[in-house]
Each structure stands twice: as C-alpha cells, then as structure tokens.
C-alpha cells in the first residue's frame, strides 16, 4: 500500500515538475552526498547514469552538464566537441569528448576528483614517463581542470588504430618491463604501491575467493600471499595494470593508466597470460615462467603464477572461450601453494633480483 502510494507521488511529481528541475535536484544531491565516504561510490555511480543520458544531447550540452554538476570546475572551451567513444572505468565518466583547445587536437577524460584512477594517472605522466623518454608511447597529458567533485584531464589526441592482436600483449609486456626496469619508487603512496587496493584487481580476487570457496579451500592464503608479496624483498616494478587489446593499439600506443603502480614484478606478465598464449596446463605454465618470463627470480615467478590465479578467475567463472577454466584455477592454485611453503621453508629469501628479458 504504502510502496504504491510512492510511485503516484513520484509519478505526479513527474508531471509537475520540469525534467530540467529534476535533474538540478539530483545533481544538487550528488554534490553533497560525493564528499561522503561511505555514500561517495553509491552516489558516484547514479551520478555516471545521469552522465550517460546526456550523449543524446550532444558534446556541448554535454559541458554545460558537466559544470552544472560541478560548479567549481573551470573547463576550458573546447572548440567542435565532438565525442570520441565510451569506456569501463568505475571512476570516470566512460563518455568522452575530443575538440580543439588552444589550437591543439585534445582527449578528455572526467575522473572523480580524489579517486585513485585520477592520482595514478597523474603518477605516471607526472613521474614515470618522463624517466622513460620514448620508450613508451603514449598520448602526453596536456593540461587539467579540477573541481571540487570533478577533474577533467586533456590529453593530447591521436587516432589510435586497431586494437593489437592477444598474441602479441607479452611481447608488449616485455618491452614495458624492459623500458622501467630502471625506475625505483621508494614514497609509500598506497594507491601507488598496494595492489590490494585497485577496483579492477579487487573484482577478479573476488572471482578466485568464489572458485576456492567452492572447492573447500583455505581462503585466508589469498591474504597470506598478498602480504608476502608486498614485502620489500619481492622485487617490485612498475606496472600498467591493465595491458588489454583495448589499451594496447597495433600502432605501438599504450593507453589508460588507471590502473598503473608499483607492483610486485610479475602483476602485468600474470594479467596477460590468462588470454595471451596461456598454456595448456599448470607444468607448461611453470616452464614458460621459469625458463621465459623470470628465470632469475623466484618470488618473481611466485608473483607471476599467483596473478594469473587471480585474474583467470572471472573468465573460469564465466567460461569465456579461451582463457583457463576452474579446474586449471584449482591445479594452479595448489602449484602457487606449494612455492609458497618451499619460499617460506627456505626463509622467505629472495633469488638474484636482476631480471632477463626474452
């Protein structure tokens, strides 16, 4: 009765009410409830919604949405906005917009002000790619506008081609490794160094949580080896965090940071390996880490085997064609236990940390 009673409220306020009204009152909303901690990621994501509905009012309307949401954000005027696609991230907008600004051809990107996407993004453009020169080719971060709320980053922008093929992620894993093995991070930012932390490494833990769960496993090692790895002995590097065919062009152009850190060596390799040339068992797999990917290095082998764990699992979970069912998971799960106790048997010490390349 009551429930029913509310929706004739709520319809009745639909017709009163200007659509205009509606959505000031639920941008207003979202200003205030966006700075809570425990209610910032649940308005966050209505807030996104309502972003999404404005495509169909054009690239320009959609800036005028984006200042009324956030008045404190200064955009800059973007000469023929146009949009340029949509994307996945859980802390940006995922509607993005490409126009002239300054004379210049740019890319933008609206982040959640504050959120760690934005900070790690900023981190490698800010830090890491200038100790990497060329070696990396990205699309330079040109400016940016922060609001209270919302930030608005412009990158430079390019036509980016075809995504690259699965083939060939390792080998681009492979040069990125290469091109940073000289990078140190030593500041404890968490965002930066703790994994643990990163929304798309949180949803494929839950994954494997769910496939040990089922099979009557201990889940407290999934803890366990998250702690051991973060120690200072694992060798650690940067990491992208996310070197998919989407992020990863056939160009030779690696983009979206988001995801990126300082990570135990062996986070992209495990990434990768779930689609990109994945064995077709868990012995194979140990041979192409130890004798191919760390042959010198065996924390970094541990590290590599128990990132493939993790991030096979949605696909097991999901059977998508291709990438290792549970039953694999399970195989490799007993195999990253087993290094496990013979790494703390031997006292947790690590092997020469100096890393070879195919």
Known sequence: MIDGHNRHVKEL????????????????????????????????????????????????????????????????KLDAPHFVGEGFGDFNLNLYRAGELSGKLVFEKIYFSGSDPLCKTEWFHDTVLPFVGTSIWTPPLLSKSCGSCLTALYFSFSELGEPTPIDALLQTAIALQRATSGFIWTESYSAIRDFRGDYFYLKHRAALLSILSQNGNELGDVSKLEDFLLRDETPHQFSHGDLSPENVRACGTIIDFDHCGYYPAGYDYGAILRYSQTPANVVELEVLVERNLAPDCKLTQLSILFFMAIFSSIGATRKIAGQPDETFIIHLWNCILARFERQNAEGGRAAPQEMRFP
């Open 13 to 76: 306020l639909r017709t009163v009410i200007p659509d205009s009204a509606l959505q000031g009152y639920k941008m207003a909303r979202w200003r205030i409830s966006a700075r809570s901690p425990t209610r910032g990621a649940d308005r966050w994501g209505s807030f996104k919604s309502l972003a999404a509905q404005q495509r169909a009012k054009g690239a320009q309307e959609y800036g005028k949405f984006l200042v009324k949401a956030d008045p404190t954000l200064q955009l800059p």
